[in-house]
């Protein structure tokens, strides 16, 4: 297993409104940091709507190699699902270049190949999750995996992506890539050739930045 580690904070972006509409269509803050926020929350009048975008650098897998086999790892920080909902991951080559609400959007116009978000099978819901346990989604597409740079995943929550208000806490929060290697994001990717198969254990990278704080 060859295990690599990040040199930048995983991001998440997230809209906070008193209007759930605007909230759920609309990234007015942004952070990378010790956590990735998924899910939405109600809280003293604002709708919180949060979407973690992760990358991983997947270039050292030979190009010669095939892939059969991968798993992303969120390690959970805290569970506020007091209404539990499903956790998504997507396919989503996310671009910021092409703007927060864009990325936010996750629609073609935030991506750098010109194609929408598409979702993964695997879901984990949060009713067998707490603190300190693994959301685990194993069996993700292994012809997404970007042997010449990075493969990027974005997570929503099910009740976010069906446009169901909340009217409590329904988020998730996981530990992001600056703790220490064993809490961090991974992508675990089995590739081999000629009958080789190696797992390669690669941890999550971001690149977002902090904008200007809505509400808390």
């Not at 940091?33 to 998924?38: A, D, H, K, N, T």
């Not at 939405?40 to 979407?51: A, F, K, L």
């Not at 936010?104 to 949060?126: H, K, R």
């Not at 198969?197 to 690149?207: C, N, P, V, W, Y």
């Amino acid at each position: 297993m060859t295990r690599f580690l990040s040199d930048a904070a995983d991001g998440f972006l997230s809209g906070q409104y008193t209007n759930y509409n605007a909230a759920w269509n609309t990234c007015n803050y942004t952070a990378w940091g010790s956590y990735l926020r998924v899910g939405q929350r109600y809280d003293s009048g604002w709708y919180i709507v949060d979407r973690a975008a992760i990358l991983f650098d997947t270039s050292s897998i030979p190009d010669s190699d095939t892939v059969t086999a991968v798993s992303l790892g969120l390690l959970v920080a805290s569970d506020y699902s007091y209404v539990d909902f499903d956790l998504l991951v997507y396919r989503y080559n996310w671009d910021t270049s092409k703007g927060f609400d864009n990325v936010f959007d996750m629609g073609a116009a935030g991506s750098s190949d010109g194609n929408p978000a598409v979702q993964e099978t695997p879901t984990v819901n949060t009713s067998g999750l707490a603190a300190g346990s693994w959301a685990v989604f194993s069996g993700l597409t292994t012809s997404w995996i970007n042997k010449a740079g990075y493969t990027r995943y974005m997570v929503r929550s099910s009740r976010d992506a069906a446009m169901n208000a909340p009217t409590t806490m329904e988020y998730v929060s996981f530990y992001a890539g600056d703790h220490a290697e064993s809490y961090r994001p991974y992508l675990d990717v089995t590739h081999g050739s000629g009958g080789v198969q190696r797992i390669t254990r690669i941890f999550a990278q971001g690149i977002l930045s902090d904008t200007p704080f809505c509400h808390w």
